[in-house]
């Protein structure tokens, strides 16, 4: 692919984003220098920050330069604090995260779980739980299920009480669940083709004991299975699948999971590698030619209570980077080289807070700043 069309939109946010995003934007720069690329970075409003700015939590020319741009690189959106200020609809999860995966179609979402031997007392679970290391890949269904499923309501009921002078009032919401055979086969095949490049193993998550959907996605993920002899396919109930993260996460290399399935157990998984700080993902939309437009961001969130204090820990947003390097552009090399410079500053001993060991001699604590420093400069 030409650099010269590589145009992403920076979309940092509320909280901590614009503080991780510079980092990223860093080592973006020294992929540049060392790569001889070219990247158009165009930086915009989103969230909290959209509002100030525009009225709204996406402002028209930001979702513009989103249409405009061959990727849109994202940090964090919502303030608890303000959120309960607005209407559910216009607050910022709503009215621009959820609003972007539709507008571009971004129904597959990966993220990459891994967890260094060298960061081993950063998991939750014992040692022997962990093996040689931890490596999950969620593939998540990203545009269906019960976050967009019609009708979706909170409605007032009117009940009549035989004998009582007044009815009895209450609200009721409603959300519905909602699969369709393509959409299970598009996010299915995404979910086969990874594991041909990982360990050859797919473990399909749903609730087919129970839900219509269910047995649906199980269906239609087993006759999918057939088109990629090459993979091993297993089923596994949600609930079942929940402990088995606990008790042996290294028997999973890609779980496919719906919507739901997949926002919970992508950040149960996450919980394994010590910080949501050091997870990124991807959401990515159709493929045109050689290029498949995406949506990266860190899975995290805007954590207020350190923003603006050099706590944040930025490696999440800069794997992003890694991740729409290889997804979006096809540049892999580019790719390896971001996230072996992260591996080489956490072989360092470089450490921010919420992956600091104070019983590792070896370990140094340091900020947002440093740490983006170090890994540009091991690129």
């Known amino acids: 692919m030409s650099s010269a069309c590589l145009k992403i939109a920076a979309l940092a ?73 607005i209407p559910k609809e216009e607050r910022p999860e709503r009215a621009a995260l959820l609003r972007i ?26 040692p022997e739980r962990q093996g040689e290391g931890l490596d999950v890949l969620v593939v998540r269904e990203l545009t269906g299920g019960l976050y967009f499923g019609q009708p979706k309501k909170t409605e007032e009921v009117i009940e009549a009480r035989e004998g009582a002078a007044q009815p009895r009032r209450f609200h009721r919401a409603i959300d519905t669940m909602v699969y369709t055979t393509p959409e299970i086969e598009r996010i299915a095949r995404v979910a086969f083709q990874a594991a041909r490049l990982r360990r050859k193993k797919v473990t399909s998550i749903d609730k087919a004991n129970v839900l219509e959907n269910g047995i649906l996605w199980r269906e239609v993920v087993t006759r999918m299975g057939q088109e990629f002899p090459d993979v091993t396919l297993e089923h596994m109930f949600v609930d079942n699948a929940a402990m088995q993260l606990m008790l042996k996460p290294t028997q999973f290399d890609v779980m496919l999971c719906e919507n739901l399935f997949g926002d919970i157990l992508s950040d149960e998984a996450a919980a394994l590698a010590g910080s949501l700080g050091m997870l990124p993902s991807a959401s990515l939309g159709s493929t045109t030619g050689a290029q498949t437009f995406g949506f990266y961001e860190p899975a995290g969130g805007t954590a207020p209570d350190i923003a603006g204090k050099d706590l944040a820990n930025p490696i999440a947003q800069i794997l992003s980077v ?14 390896v080289a971001i996230e072996t410079a992260v591996s080489h500053a956490i072989g360092q001993g470089l450490r921010t807070g919420d992956i600091f060991n104070p019983a590792d001699p070896t370990a140094l604590k340091v900020g ?12």
């Open 13 to 85: 946010g509320d909280g901590i984003g614009p503080e991780v995003m510079r980092e990223a934007l860093r080592v973006l720069r020294a992929i540049e220098r060392r790569f001889g690329l070219q990247f158009q970075v165009t930086e915009a409003p989103v969230g909290w920050a959209g509002i100030d700015a525009a009225g709204k939590a996406l402002p028209d020319a930001t979702l513009q330069l989103c249409r405009e741009s061959d990727a849109i690189l994202f940090g964090s959106v919502g303030l608890p604090d303000r959120d309960p200020t």
């Open 101 to 126: 995966r539709k507008e571009f179609g971004l129904f597959a979402n990966l993220r990459p779980v891994r967890l260094p031997k060298i960061l081993a007392y950063a998991c939750p679970l014992r």
């Open 322 to 335: 890694a991740l729409m390097l290889r997804y979006s552009f096809q540049l892999e090399e580019a790719a």
């Open 368 to 379: 947002t700043q440093a740490m983006g420093e170090a890994i540009a400069g091991a690129i």
